[in-house]
């Protein structure tokens, strides 16, 4: 319908279908590499599933929206892994889940987008100019904007978050960061 998509004022059916997607996936990618499936991992992929299809919710096809969501999947559970082994105190995994699903998610518009809707509005999606993306025919300039639009976002907001936690660590007292080991 011509209210679907950016701007309309339902809850789009498809984010559950990334999210579902992300559960299934990461918990079978799970099981295959651990030998068992996990729980929390599972809970992660449908976080991640929901989180990868947030960008494009109003601008993919249900086909879309799944294919996002096991990709999300996937990629949580290696980049738990990942951080893990590099020791990056994550213990619940919100970095993978957020931070690289966003930006794949963010990304994926680029590749997912249907073509059959347009920018948001108040009284609804614009199609008159509707978001096409690679694998719709679409071209790579949406695509591109879409990675310009994800570095420029990690740049500054890592940047912000950077100043931010040393300022936090320069301020005066016994209390940092970090707590010290009798602390914790």
Not at 47 to 55: D, E, N, P, S
Not at 98 to 110: E, K, N, P, Q, S
Not at 129 to 144: D, K, N, R, S, V
Request: hydrophobic share 50%; net charge negative.
């Amino acid at each position: 319908s011509a209210m679907r998509g950016i701007g309309s004022s339902h809850v789009d059916p498809y984010s559950a279908l990334a999210g579902a997607a992300g559960a299934f996936v990461s918990m079978m990618v799970t099981w295959l590499k651990d030998g068992k499936p996990d729980v929390a991992m599972t809970g992660n992929g449908l976080l991640a599933g929901l989180v990868g299809v947030t960008a494009g919710c109003g601008v993919v096809e249900p086909i879309g929206a799944v294919i996002i969501g096991a990709i999300a999947g996937t990629l949580v559970v290696f980049a738990v892994s990942f951080f893990d082994k590099i020791r990056i105190d994550d213990p619940v995994g919100a970095v993978p889940v957020h931070m690289l699903c966003g930006v794949f998610g963010t990304v994926a518009v680029g590749l997912f987008a249907s073509g059959d809707y347009g920018l948001p509005t108040p009284e609804g999606a614009d199609n008159s100019a509707p978001i096409t993306g690679l694998f719709y025919g679409g071209g790579a300039g949406q695509l591109i904007a879409q990675v310009i639009g994800s570095l420029t976002c990690l740049v500054v907001v890592g940047g912000i978050a950077f100043a931010m936690m040393k300022a936090l660590r320069l301020l005066p007292g016994s209390w940092n960061l970090r707590l010290s080991r009798d602390e914790e």
